[in-house]
């Protein structure tokens, strides 16, 4: 009979993004001769695929009650419905109705989660994202469990940031580990709870050596383009409009006696958000006459056939992105990464060593950058070089994991 403390970790992101990946990292590495771990979920998707991959497919726990996002559609019409297509009015109904039905499905769930056994045998509460901080939090309270939070971003809007802090005083809610000293500023009243660790990422799955690009072959780019590529979710907050302002700059000072240049933009704007921005980012690239030069590939589960073949990584967030991990990513594939000098970026990118950091929102200077890097081969070749040695020092998934997983042991340790 299993015996080993069991912990419950709760994680809404169900596509292969940096949350979901990092917390993969962490069942992956995790020692399961001293906890069981089980993992709930919306839905099966790439995430749950991965923790099948490690062993883990008869710990997954389903539950459509915990959506990937209280925006989550619930209509037909409306997953396929943008704010440029018909009737706001009808828009904003449907939107309505879906966000009660999320908000009463994470009611049923937190109010019944007492008779269930998935809740009341868990020790511990692992909470990965801000749905899963809110939904763990107060399901740990109602069955007198502990929690612990993973905290992977930064809260955007008052009444969120004011929520989390409100709820992070709660008892129940032990640990607070932030991916970023970006990402544990934002908590006002619960310092001592608070431990920060950086993401983490395995070098021999994000390897150079041993990954074969196709990015060049899919798209037809013709050898001696440098390749200046990103990888994200296409909403406004990633700051996919800086990153075309930049390269209108950049397209404008090489001119045409330069070396050739593509732009790739790797991602889509998720189904559940309202605004469709990857349909904005395309019209502006039109309005600055760019279509020649940009690439949009949409979506992929394995960003690494792509990741491959960039030359140049750029990093367009101008809010305190907290610890983007392809950033990290693009560094284990020997890529100089380029960014605004904001977040946790500034505490995975070396500047002037790794990459070329410029003021938020300074596009003029993020263009020079690129340029320069355009230019230099060997400057590339270097900052790339001392980016992978950086991040097998510091940013180890396995090392990483083992932290995380000494505080889970240390809370059992204290756990009554």
Request: glycine residues 8%; contains cysteine.
């Amino acid at each position: 009979m299993n015996t080993l403390p069991k912990v419950l970790f709760i994680n809404h992101s169900v596509r292969d993004g940096g949350p979901g990946r990092s917390l993969y990292y962490i069942l992956k590495y995790i020692d399961k001769t001293k906890v069981t771990p089980y993992v709930l979920v919306p839905k099966h998707d790439v995430f749950s695929d991965l923790l099948r991959n490690v062993g883990l497919a008869d710990n997954i726990i389903i539950d459509r009650r915990f959506p990937e996002n209280i925006l989550r559609p619930r209509f037909e019409e409306d997953k396929q419905f943008r704010e440029r297509d018909g009737s706001r009015l009808y828009q904003g109904t449907l939107k309505v109705i879906s966000v009660t039905l999320n908000v009463l499905d994470l009611i049923s769930l937190i109010v019944t989660s007492p008779f269930s056994k998935t809740f009341r045998d868990a020790d511990i509460i692992y909470c990965n994202g801000t749905l899963a901080k809110i939904t763990g939090s107060l399901i740990g309270l109602f069955n007198r469990r502990q929690a612990i939070w993973h905290v992977r971003n930064v809260q955007q809007t008052k009444t969120l940031w004011a929520t989390i802090n409100f709820l992070s005083l709660l008892p129940v809610v032990k640990k607070i580990i932030c991916v970023s000293t970006a990402a544990a500023n934002q908590f006002r009243y619960s310092k001592g709870k608070i431990s920060v660790i950086h993401n983490g990422i395995d070098t021999e799955e994000y390897d150079p050596g041993s990954s074969v690009g196709t990015l060049r072959r899919e798209y037809d780019i013709k050898k001696g383009t440098v390749i200046v590529g990103s990888i994200g979710r296409i909403v406004p907050r990633k700051g996919y409009e800086f990153l075309i302002k930049a390269a209108s700059a950049v397209c404008n000072e090489l001119g045409d006696e330069n070396p050739a240049v593509k732009f790739v933009v790797v991602g889509d704007t998720p189904h559940f958000f309202r605004n469709d921005h990857l349909y904005y980012i395309r019209g502006l690239v039109r309005k600055y006459g760019l279509e020649d030069y940009f690439i949009f590939t949409g979506y992929k589960t394995d960003i690494r056939p792509y990741l491959k073949d960039f030359d140049i990584f750029v990093i367009p967030s101008n809010y305190p992105d907290p610890f983007p991990r392809t950033v990290i990513e693009a560094m284990s594939f020997a890529i100089p990464v380029v960014g605004f000098r904001v977040g946790g970026i500034v505490e995975s990118v070396a500047n002037h060593e790794t990459g070329l950091l410029s003021d938020p929102g300074n596009t003029m200077d993020m263009g020079k950058n690129i340029s320069d890097l355009i230019l230099d081969k060997a400057l590339r070749k270097k900052m790339g070089f001392a980016g992978r040695k950086r991040v097998i020092e510091l940013f180890s998934a396995k090392e990483r994991s083992k932290e995380i997983e000494k505080n889970i042991l240390d809370l059992l340790e204290n756990t009554d």
